[in-house]
């Protein structure tokens, strides 16, 4: 009896892993979309109305890198800055109340000048991102290139996380770029999972169930201990 609770417990438990962390980017290490490199330069620089990325919108000015440098993830990844500060976004489904994290890789352009920023050349050593959840203030993470030392060969990616509270049943990320010049932060590999979740929470002693966010991690101890049911009650 007790070796068919607990396989009851990884079922439920993992059904509700599946539906818990759906939400996605989607394209998110950039893979897809018209990389079309007519000068050979190994990047394609897009624009606000642009859609050659696909399920990312553009904003601002960004190069889409073809194969200009090493990609954290297979071949493709995005330069914040274009000719100008970019950004990038994209909307997907989520659950109000659910907390997410955001996995991503970042990096820095290598190229451009530190001289002076008389220099059309000129750009920042520490490029730095904001990170931003459905118009949110930006969380901001940087990369110093000159401490680094990274190059086109080998861009020394490094892996960051942000977490938001979903307010509705979609929601927009955003990457954006927060310094100036032509040669940015560097994004690739985009993920999204959530970490919390519903469970539908059984007070013993009481006649009336009532749905509870807790963390994933916690679902195992609720349903073992108290006798909760993965998921909100309204959908037992």
Not at 159 to 187: E, M, N, R
């Amino acid at each position: 009896m007790k070796n068919k609770l607990s396989i009851l417990i990884v079922v439920l438990i993992a059904a509700f892993a599946t539906v818990s962390v759906s939400a996605q980017v989607t394209n998110g290490s950039f893979e897809n979309g018209n990389c079309v490199d007519n000068n050979f330069s190994g990047f394609v620089e897009m624009l606000a109305a642009d859609t050659n990325i696909d399920s990312w919108t553009v904003g601002g000015g960004v190069d889409y890198i073809c194969s200009y440098w090493t990609a954290a993830d297979v071949v493709r990844s995005v330069d914040l800055n274009g000719r100008q500060p970019g950004s990038v976004s994209q909307a997907f489904a989520t659950t109000p109340g659910f907390t997410y994290q955001v996995t991503f890789s970042m990096s820095g352009n290598p190229d451009g000048s530190s001289l002076s920023e008389e220099d059309p050349l000129f750009s920042p050593p520490i490029k730095t991102l904001g990170v931003s959840a459905n118009g949110s203030t930006p969380q901001n993470y940087s990369f110093d290139t000159s401490v680094a030392g990274n190059s086109l060969g080998d861009m020394r990616w490094v892996s960051k996380t942000y977490t938001f509270t979903a307010t509705g049943a979609t929601s927009t990320l955003t990457f954006a770029s927060q310094i100036v010049g032509a040669f940015g932060p560097a994004l690739d590999k985009v993920a999204v999972t959530a970490t919390t979740g519903y469970i539908c929470h059984h007070d013993r002693g009481k006649p009336v169930a009532k749905t509870l966010i807790v963390g994933l991690d916690s679902i195992p101890s609720h349903i073992a201990q108290h006798g909760d049911t993965a998921g909100p009650c309204n959908a037992q």
